[in-house]
């Protein structure tokens, strides 16, 4: 219907511009030039209700508007030719004085109507474009708004000065014609003529722009409610939505570079999803209960830094002849996230597959190295460990260490602290590495027992000073006399105050072990 009313609204204008403007043409009697613009639009308008299904259905869905546009331009020049070489043939009309006129103005609404039916079918085009197979890519050719308005105001200007041109032209042609002398009321009418079609021009154009700019409005405003409404529904968590880009301008570029956003929260959703079902599988690893040992109070947490971690710890209890024994380990292994859990994993498996026939902790670490060696070798990737086996009674201990930090006792009634060390490289690291193991130390009545991983010392505080050794000692002294959850509770404590805000870069996990008064 759009269509229709455009090119009757063409015929009339084109009529009423030959009418006034053209030369020749103007002469003739209104019913020959009403036919003469008719019959030329008529077949223009025949012809594009036949070619819209064949042409305009068939070519892709996001470049039909420029087809559009492209045909009723075309129909429009075509209709001007016909026009003009109608003119020269039938009434003998000069082709440049009369005939380019003609042809100039049939241009010019042809211009303002493809433009405004091609806007018109894009607009079709978006409402129907979320339930069809749409580009949600980044356009491959880009055009600026800027450029857009910049060519469509230069063509105007342009059209309207050849215009103003065939006006002034007309009339001095008139005045050159004239056999009589040029009277000054002659000279009257000819401006008063020039003014009245110059004005007509003007109106006429610009009708056209403000049509045209009411018709680009109506899309920006489809492309911003296509693009606010995807956002809108990623505010709230819906991802199922991408925004289709159906322009080569700036909106075109933004729904591409949102729909890669999209994309991109996506995969991270489901990566935070997969963490989260990794990190609750490695919660899982942990001790499930309070741990009870005869005469000693146990706590043990780990902080994961990430969704997963590699730190861990671990107790396998009721060994030894009358499983009076236990074993502790506790672990670091390099990196946090996915590659460190899988790691601490694989270390867990290996130590609980020997824990139960084998208790001496050198040889425990040593096999454990031997298999996790095949894994890693080569890759960058290890874990350091301290392995601690405690008996029953009187709390006796032996200890290996592969390259961890050793575990440290606070006496309290002599306010010293003590180290149990031993040598050994990580775990992974070379097949044959040999582990030290210490005997003998023994928890005595109030002693408390630490182990932890350097995630503890060092954290960072603001200034970047870490939280060193000396600052879990004194954590450790100054609530000695409490329970163990209690102790590891101040440390941690401790390390959050000390950090004032800083994020948590590595795991931390801590054992306490306190020997009952």
Same mark, same amino acid.
């Given at each position: 219907?759009?269509?229709?009313? *455009?090119?009757?609204?063409?015929? !009339?204008? $084109?009529?009423?511009?030959?009418?006034?403007?053209?030369?020749?043409?103007?002469?003739?009697?209104? @019913?020959?030039?009403?036919?003469?613009? &008719?019959?030329?639009?008529? $077949?223009?308008?025949?012809?594009?209700?036949?070619?819209?299904?064949?042409?305009?259905?068939?070519?892709?869905?996001?470049?039909?508007?420029?087809?559009?546009?492209?045909?009723?331009?075309?129909?429009?020049?075509?209709?001007?030719?016909?026009?003009?070489?109608?003119?020269?043939?039938?009434?003998? &009309?000069?082709?440049?004085?009369?005939?380019?006129?003609?042809?100039?103005?049939?241009?010019?609404?042809?211009? &303002?109507?493809?433009?405004?039916?091609?806007?018109?079918?894009?607009?079709?085009?978006?409402?129907?474009?979320?339930?069809?197979? @749409?580009?949600?890519?980044?356009?491959?050719?880009?055009?600026?708004?800027?450029?857009?308005?910049?060519?469509?105001?230069?063509?105007?200007?342009?059209?309207?000065?050849?215009?103003?041109?065939?006006?002034?032209?007309?009339?001095?042609?008139?005045?050159?014609?004239?056999?009589?002398?040029?009277?000054?009321?002659?000279?009257?009418?000819?401006?008063?003529?020039?003014? !009245?079609?110059?004005?007509?021009?003007? *109106?006429?154009?610009?009708? &056209?722009? $403000?049509?045209?700019?009411?018709?680009?409005?109506?899309?920006?405003?489809?492309? #911003?409610?296509?693009?606010?409404?995807?956002?809108?529904?990623?505010?709230?968590?819906?991802?199922?939505?991408?925004?289709?880009?159906?322009?080569?301008?700036?909106?075109?570029?933004?729904?591409?570079?949102?729909?890669?956003?999209?994309?991109?929260?996506?995969?991270? !959703?489901?990566?935070?999803?997969?963490?989260?079902?990794?990190?609750?599988?490695?919660?899982?690893?942990?001790?499930?209960?309070?741990?009870?040992?005869?005469?000693?109070?146990?706590?043990?947490?780990? $902080?994961?830094?990430?969704?997963?971690?590699?730190?861990?710890?671990?107790?396998?209890?009721? *060994?030894?002849?009358?499983?009076?024994?236990? =074993?502790?380990?506790?672990?670091?292994?390099?990196?946090?996230?996915?590659?460190?859990?899988?790691?601490?994993?694989?270390?867990?498996?290996?130590?609980?597959?020997?824990?139960?026939?084998?208790?001496?902790?050198?040889?425990?670490?040593?096999?454990?190295?031997?298999?996790?060696?095949?894994?890693?070798?080569?890759?960058?990737?290890?874990?350091?460990?301290?392995?601690?086996?405690?008996?029953?009674?009187?709390?006796?201990?032996? @200890?290996?260490?592969?390259?961890?930090?050793?575990?440290?006792?606070?006496?309290?009634?002599?306010?010293? #602290?003590?180290?149990?060390?031993?040598?050994?490289?990580?775990?992974?690291?070379?097949?044959?590495?040999?582990?030290?193991?210490?005997?003998?130390?023994?928890?005595?009545?109030?002693?408390?027992?630490?182990?932890?991983?350097?995630? =503890?010392?060092?954290?960072?505080?603001?200034?970047?000073?870490?939280?060193?050794?000396?600052?879990?000692?004194?954590? =450790?002294?100054?609530?000695?006399?409490?329970?163990?959850?209690?102790?590891?509770?101040?440390?941690?404590?401790?390390?959050? !105050?000390?950090?004032?805000?800083?994020?948590?870069?590595?795991?931390?996990?801590?054992?306490?072990?306190?020997?009952?008064?």
């Amino acid at each position: 219907m759009r269509a229709f009313l *455009l090119y009757l609204i063409a015929f !009339i204008l $084109i009529y009423v511009y030959n009418g006034r403007i053209c030369p020749f043409v103007s002469t003739l009697p209104a @019913w020959q030039i009403g036919f003469v613009v &008719f019959v030329p639009i008529a $077949i223009a308008y025949m012809f594009r209700v036949l070619l819209f299904t064949p042409l305009i259905e068939k070519q892709k869905i996001d470049v039909q508007a420029n087809v559009v546009g492209g045909m009723d331009f075309c129909l429009f020049v075509a209709a001007g030719v016909s026009m003009v070489l109608f003119n020269e043939l039938v009434f003998d &009309f000069p082709l440049m004085e009369s005939g380019g006129k003609v042809f100039m103005g049939t241009f010019t609404i042809g211009f &303002f109507v493809a433009i405004d039916l091609a806007l018109e079918h894009n607009r079709k085009v978006m409402q129907v474009a979320r339930s069809m197979k @749409w580009s949600y890519a980044l356009p491959q050719v880009y055009y600026p708004i800027t450029t857009k308005f910049f060519l469509f105001g230069t063509i105007t200007v342009l059209l309207f000065a050849s215009l103003i041109v065939a006006v002034i032209a007309r009339d001095l042609y008139l005045l050159s014609s004239m056999t009589t002398q040029v009277s000054k009321g002659h000279i009257l009418l000819t401006r008063q003529s020039i003014i !009245i079609d110059i004005v007509f021009i003007m *109106l006429v154009l610009l009708g &056209f722009i $403000i049509n045209l700019l009411y018709s680009y409005s109506l899309n920006l405003r489809m492309l #911003f409610e296509s693009q606010t409404g995807v956002l809108e529904r990623v505010s709230n968590g819906d991802m199922d939505y991408f925004v289709p880009v159906m322009s080569s301008d700036e909106f075109g570029v933004i729904a591409g570079h949102t729909n890669a956003m999209i994309a991109g929260l996506r995969d991270r !959703i489901r990566m935070m999803e997969g963490l989260k079902v990794a990190g609750e599988m490695q919660q899982a690893l942990f001790p499930k209960k309070q741990v009870e040992f005869e005469g000693l109070d146990i706590a043990a947490s780990s $902080i994961f830094s990430d969704e997963t971690g590699g730190d861990f710890f671990d107790f396998v209890e009721n *060994l030894g002849p009358n499983q009076d024994e236990m =074993i502790l380990v506790l672990g670091d292994g390099t990196g946090h996230g996915i590659g460190a859990a899988l790691l601490m994993a694989s270390t867990r498996a290996y130590l609980r597959m020997q824990a139960e026939y084998q208790h001496s902790p050198a040889i425990l670490l040593s096999n454990t190295n031997k298999l996790l060696t095949r894994d890693c070798y080569g890759s960058g990737r290890f874990v350091t460990l301290f392995c601690l086996q405690i008996s029953g009674g009187a709390h006796h201990v032996k @200890w290996a260490s592969a390259g961890h930090d050793p575990a440290i006792i606070y006496d309290g009634n002599t306010n010293e #602290f003590r180290e149990l060390k031993a040598r050994g490289l990580p775990l992974g690291v070379l097949p044959d590495a040999d582990y030290e193991e210490v005997c003998c130390d023994a928890l005595t009545a109030g002693e408390v027992m630490v182990i932890g991983t350097d995630g =503890i010392w060092e954290a960072m505080a603001p200034d970047s000073e870490m939280f060193g050794k000396d600052r879990m000692r004194d954590a =450790i002294r100054m609530n000695h006399n409490k329970s163990a959850a209690e102790i590891l509770h101040a440390v941690a404590e401790a390390v959050r !105050i000390f950090q004032d805000g800083e994020p948590q870069l590595d795991d931390i996990t801590i054992v306490v072990l306190k020997a009952d008064s």
